[in-house]
């Protein structure tokens, strides 16, 4: 059973389209988040979110939309793409109270032309 | 907000040999240092972690060393085997609740020779 699985694996598109992520986990984890892997494999947080409540926003841009239908669940959706949007994005999640272990989903690799 | 450093960006190493990984952190309020290990095309995966309220900890093959004063942690990996190759990440974090997030450092390419 995967912990945290996000579709789609990859993501190929032109500039200036929509695109949606989604993210679920199955770990009963209250915090979920969404991380952008950029090509020089830096991790920078973009969001977080505590029982479907925005907590973090890293002063993303704010083509760049989460939403938590619950707290299984968050997606990201981005509109307009630019080719700098190109990146990894990593959905995770794990307990509140920070200490525990951070589960990474597989990934999902959006690459804009 | 919290800064993690880290270096060197990559170490190349002759397989038995040791590997040691730096990281420096910047907020003294920090209490939580994980290491992440991601290999080619996978997702970063916890390797061992470190409390604040510890100096030392060993799993195995890899151990992890904090000095709180000097604000700087490390990854020991003993006897590297050439499947330890990947990118490694050093992490912070307080533990303030539900806002709590972990600030990563760049990453270091390690790279075992057989």
């Known amino acids: 059973d995967t912990a945290v699985s996000q579709t789609p694996k990859y993501l190929v598109t032109q500039m200036g389209n929509d695109k949606s992520i989604k993210c679920e986990q199955n770990l009963g984890h209250d915090t979920m988040y969404w991380y952008k892997q950029d090509s020089k494999k830096f991790l920078k947080i973009m969001f977080s979110?505590?029982?479907?409540?925005?907590?973090i926003n890293e002063t993303v841009p704010n083509r760049f939309s989460p939403k938590s239908p619950d707290k299984a669940h968050l997606n990201l959706h981005i509109n307009s793409l630019e080719l700098g949007d190109s990146a990894v994005y990593f959905c995770a999640s794990r307990l509140a109270g920070g200490a525990g272990e951070l589960f990474f989903g597989e990934g999902s690799r959006l690459t804009v032309l | 907000g919290e800064n993690v450093e880290q270096h060197p960006s990559t170490l190349s190493v002759q397989e038995g040999d040791s590997a040691v990984i730096k990281c420096t952190y910047s907020?003294?309020?920090?209490?939580?240092f994980p290491w992440y290990k991601q290999e080619l095309g996978k997702r970063p995966q916890l390797i061992i972690d470190?409390?604040?309220?510890?100096g030392e900890k060993k799993d195995q093959r890899i151990a992890v060393t904090l000095n709180k004063t000097a604000k700087h942690f490390s990854l020991h990996i003993t006897e590297t085997q050439p499947e330890d190759s990947a990118v490694y990440f050093c992490?912070?974090?307080?533990?303030?609740?539900?806002?709590?997030?972990?600030?990563f450092g760049k990453g270091i390419t390690l790279s075992v020779r057989p």
């Open positions: 907020d003294s309020a920090s209490n939580y």
């Open positions: 470190i409390r604040s309220n510890v």
């Open positions: 979110y505590n029982n479907k409540e925005l907590i």
């Open positions: 992490a912070a974090s307080h533990n303030t609740g539900a806002n709590s997030k972990l600030t």
